[in-house]
């Protein structure tokens, strides 16, 4: 039996690693009403994404992910830039600064480092987006926050421009976390804004999900086919979309916690014109690097030729 860990302690120095907010939960596995993954893979909202058909068990439930798993610390890592880049093509906000895999991974990994000093037998996984569990489902769990219907996690401070991760744990806290009471209500705008109709009501989960086959970050990051479709209307991002986070209220108020320098700025506007070299140079330690320079040539055309 590992010691009690005291969540205060643990919230203490996430905010000290630097994570705008921190949330536990115990690490029972969830539901299909809160993570309708079957429909939405029953229905092929998934495109071309098969890793998201692996392990389906194993993102329901993190003890398949950790053997003998008792908490998941859930960890916001919010972005909101001051300002945005100008031009008619670009990329998406998220992508603005460094590879968030990495650096979220390194402070996960700082936060794991002041939980073994003060507790040496703490055990546990950090992840980013790259194992098969739910970042969204157990931030809700934690109480960070609810599922919006552009269906993001929507902190109620933070709003939806933030990052997940987490540490699933053996050790048990000594206080956990409930989900939080809050809802879109009767707003609609993400849905009303999306140019593709690709947040669509999902009758049977009485949810709205994205249908990744129409939605252009899918297509502008995870398709990997010679052009896109013709119907998909990217309102030029060349890289991932920002059109349902820029139509929430919630996003109008969050506080901003990135600042764009002018030579990142300029850098980013110049980058539609970047031969080869240059991109390969940008994309190394960005989100970026998740496509290569034919997509990026493609996301262009296709942007182009849409306007
Ligand atoms: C696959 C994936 C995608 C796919 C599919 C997106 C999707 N909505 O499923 C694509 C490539 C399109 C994508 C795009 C983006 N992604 Co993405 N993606 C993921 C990934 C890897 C898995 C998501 C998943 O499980 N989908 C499967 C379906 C079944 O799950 P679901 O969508 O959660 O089910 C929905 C419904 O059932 C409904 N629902 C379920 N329960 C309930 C309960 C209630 C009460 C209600 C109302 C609704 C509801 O809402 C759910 C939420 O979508 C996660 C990382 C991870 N490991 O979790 C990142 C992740 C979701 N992505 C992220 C980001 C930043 C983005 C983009 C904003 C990037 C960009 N700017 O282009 C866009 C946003 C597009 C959008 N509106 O979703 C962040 C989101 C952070 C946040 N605040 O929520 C994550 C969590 C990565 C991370 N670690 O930070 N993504
Ligand atoms: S990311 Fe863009 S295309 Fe995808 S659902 Fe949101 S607005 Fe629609
Ligand atoms: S725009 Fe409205 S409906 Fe969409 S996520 Fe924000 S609050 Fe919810």
Same mark, same amino acid.
């Given at each position: 039996?590992?010691?009690?860990?005291?969540?205060?302690?643990?919230?203490?120095?996430?905010?000290?690693?630097?994570?705008?907010?921190?949330?536990?939960?115990?690490?029972?596995?969830?539901?299909?009403?809160?993570?309708?993954?079957?429909?939405?893979?029953?229905?092929?909202?998934?495109?071309?994404?098969?890793?998201?058909?692996?392990?389906?068990?194993?993102?329901?439930?993190?003890?398949?992910?950790?053997?003998? *798993? $008792? =908490?998941?610390? %859930?960890?916001?890592?919010?972005?909101?830039? /001051?300002?945005?880049?100008?031009? !008619?093509?670009?990329?998406?906000?998220?992508?603005?600064?460094?590879?968030?895999?990495?650096?979220?991974?390194?402070?996960?990994?700082?936060?794991?480092?002041?939980?073994?000093?003060?507790?040496?037998?703490?055990?546990?996984?950090?992840?980013?987006?790259?194992?098969?569990?739910?970042?969204?489902?157990?931030?809700?769990?934690?109480?960070?926050?609810?599922?919006?219907?552009?269906?993001?996690?929507?902190?109620?401070?933070?709003?939806?421009?933030?990052?997940?991760?987490?540490?699933?744990?053996?050790?048990?806290?000594?206080?956990?976390?409930?989900?939080?009471?809050?809802?879109?209500?009767?707003?609609?705008?993400?849905?009303?804004?999306?140019?593709?109709?690709?947040?669509?009501?999902?009758?049977?989960?009485?949810?709205?999900?994205?249908? *990744? $086959? =129409?939605?252009? %970050?899918?297509?502008?990051?995870?398709?990997? /086919?010679?052009?896109?479709?013709? !119907?998909?209307?990217?309102?030029?991002?060349?890289?991932?979309?920002?059109?349902?986070?820029?139509?929430?209220?919630?996003?109008?108020?969050?506080?901003?916690?990135?600042?764009?320098?002018?030579?990142?700025?300029?850098?980013?506007?110049?980058?539609?014109?970047?031969?080869?070299?240059?991109?390969?140079?940008?994309?190394?330690?960005?989100?970026?690097?998740?496509?290569?320079?034919?997509?990026?040539?493609?996301?262009?055309?296709?942007?182009?030729?849409?306007?």
């Amino acid at each position: 039996m590992t010691t009690t860990v005291s969540a205060e302690f643990v919230k203490q120095q996430a905010a000290e690693v630097g994570f705008q907010a921190c949330g536990i939960a115990p690490a029972a596995p969830l539901h299909s009403e809160e993570f309708p993954l079957r429909q939405w893979l029953a229905a092929g909202y998934h495109a071309d994404m098969d890793y998201m058909q692996q392990h389906v068990d194993m993102r329901y439930d993190p003890r398949q992910l950790v053997e003998g *798993a $008792r =908490s998941v610390v %859930s960890l916001l890592l919010a972005y909101k830039p /001051d300002r945005r880049t100008e031009g !008619n093509l670009r990329i998406a906000q998220y992508a603005y600064g460094d590879d968030y895999h990495q650096r979220l991974k390194d402070m996960l990994f700082q936060l794991m480092d002041r939980l073994k000093q003060r507790y040496p037998d703490f055990q546990g996984r950090p992840f980013v987006d790259t194992a098969p569990i739910s970042d969204r489902h157990w931030a809700v769990r934690a109480g960070l926050g609810w599922i919006g219907n552009n269906t993001l996690l929507l902190n109620p401070h933070y709003g939806s421009y933030c990052f997940i991760g987490e540490i699933v744990t053996t050790s048990a806290m000594d206080r956990y976390d409930e989900p939080v009471a809050g809802s879109c209500g009767n707003c609609r705008r993400c849905v009303q804004a999306c140019p593709n109709g690709a947040i669509v009501f999902n009758v049977e989960s009485h949810c709205f999900m994205v249908d *990744a $086959r =129409s939605c252009s %970050s899918y297509n502008t990051i995870e398709n990997r /086919d010679d052009s896109l479709p013709e !119907n998909v209307d990217t309102k030029g991002y060349i890289f991932g979309c920002d059109i349902c986070q820029l139509a929430c209220p919630y996003n109008e108020t969050a506080p901003s916690s990135f600042s764009l320098s002018d030579d990142r700025k300029e850098a980013i506007e110049h980058l539609p014109l970047a031969d080869e070299t240059a991109f390969r140079h940008f994309a190394k330690h960005s989100p970026l690097n998740r496509i290569k320079y034919p997509q990026w040539q493609r996301n262009i055309a296709h942007a182009s030729k849409n306007r």
